[in-house]
């Protein structure tokens, strides 16, 4: 399942995404118009900024804005900034494998191979949808003109 924190991060970035061409935005209007907790949010906010995919300014006018295009911000950058691992298991994760402590034999496991499909399916999609996806598949959604 998708992490409250994922989800937040990804509703984060989409309604930055929407509003690129204004002023950084607060975070309290970001928790507000997205039902989010402020405190949360903040931590949200503060590790994607970490992660290059935020500007913050501070003072009369602050708030946060993105960094990067939303075309250039995919699905599976932001779910291992905020989750970690893909994979469901850790002897079939790309960027944090361990092996699986009760696999006598990796080689043959017939759960670690059918996890490898499952991540491989998971990282097609999630390396192909970007926030500007996102945020297109939304207006589609209400009939309106795609930004």
């Known amino acids: 399942m998708l992490s409250k924190k994922t989800k937040y991060a990804i509703k984060a970035l989409v309604i930055l995404g929407k509003n690129m061409t204004q002023p ?3 975070i309290a209007r970001i928790a507000e ?6 405190k949360f949010l903040e931590q ?8 290059g995919y935020l500007y913050s300014k501070k ?8 960094n990067k295009n939303p075309e ?6 932001i779910l291992r900034i905020t989750d970690g691992p893909i994979a469901m298991v850790p002897c079939a994760s790309l960027k944090f494998y361990h092996k699986c ?4 034999d990796e080689v043959t496991c017939g759960i670690r191979k ?23 598949r939304e207006q589609t959604a209400l009939n309106l003109p795609i930004i």
């Open 59 to 66: 003072g009369a006018g602050g708030g946060y804005s993105l």
């Open 24 to 26: 950084p935005m607060q």
């Open 101 to 104: 402590e009760e696999c006598h």
């Open 33 to 38: 118009e997205e039902h989010i907790p402020k």
């Open 72 to 77: 250039d911000i995919y699905l599976v950058d």
């Open 114 to 136: 059918a996890f490898i499909d499952v991540r491989d399916a998971s990282l097609k999609v999630l390396s192909e949808t970007s926030i500007a996806n996102i945020i297109e």
């Open 44 to 51: 949200i906010l503060l590790d994607l900024r970490n992660a």
